[in-house]
């Protein structure tokens, strides 16, 4: 029985999840409360709204060695950073665009999911993510967030029908991280309840293993 199989017989059943649904945020950059870092804590917003528990690691914490397949030491970050993965039911990353693509920093973070190759659901398998990027103007935003959601493809994530690029030219959020667009902060806060409402199933399927 594949997992869509399981997850139309859980849906079917109108079975609610025993534990919250359990969203992680991942992105953002080395400064402190830059844009990608706020949008991605708007659309959490979103998530909670939806029901979801969440948790956001911001782009201090993805400060990791670079990866390197046949090094197998993991520091504490690494080992916060893949067991909160491990858990999610859903996923929302953001990433500022640098030359025509995703940061190195969310690269590298994402490249440690590797280690979640031989798990049971692998990688991002049976997870919805939701994709954000930043750039200062369209072209870099644009481009970067169609290289992440291929990225979440790769990683077998499903990727939400809704994604978000942000044209930084202007300012989009106040110093109190407040959306100043009101489509955008609509858009992002709706990503994130696409997120949790399709991580839902993921949470049944979870509890149906675990039980």
């Known amino acids: ?3 869509l199989d399981i997850a ?3 849906a079917e059943k109108g079975e609610l999840p025993e534990t919250p649904t359990f969203v992680v945020g991942l992105g953002g950059t080395l400064a402190a409360n830059s844009t990608t870092e706020k949008a991605i804590k708007a659309s959490l917003a979103g ?3 939806g029901g979801a528990e969440t948790l956001f690691i911001s782009g201090a914490e993805l400060e990791l060695p670079i990866y390197a397949w046949e090094r197998k030491e993991r520091g504490p970050a690494a080992l916060h950073l893949i067991e909160s993965l491990r858990r999610a039911d859903g996923i929302i990353i953001g990433s500022p665009g640098y030359h025509g693509s995703i940061s190195g920093l969310i690269k590298n973070a994402l490249d440690y999911t590797q280690d979640m190759a031989d798990d049971e659901w692998p990688y991002f398998h049976g997870r919805p993510v939701g994709a954000i990027s930043t750039g200062a103007g369209w072209q870099g935003a644009v481009t970067t967030l169609t290289a992440l959601r291929g990225i979440v493809h790769a990683l077998r994530g499903w990727n939400t029908p809704m994604g978000v690029a ?3 030219a202007t300012p989009v959020f106040d110093a109190d991280g407040k959306c100043l ?3 955008i902060d609509s858009m992002l806060r709706d990503m994130g ?3 949790a409402e399709s991580a839902r199933v993921r949470a049944l399927m979870r509890g149906s293993r675990e039980a």
Do not use: G
Request: no cysteine.
């Open 8 to 10: 139309i017989k859980l």
């Open 47 to 49: 998530a909670s709204e």
């Open 1 to 3: 029985m594949t997992t």
């Open 193 to 195: 309840k696409e997120v």
């Open 166 to 168: 942000i044209n930084t």
């Open 181 to 183: 667009d009101v489509k």
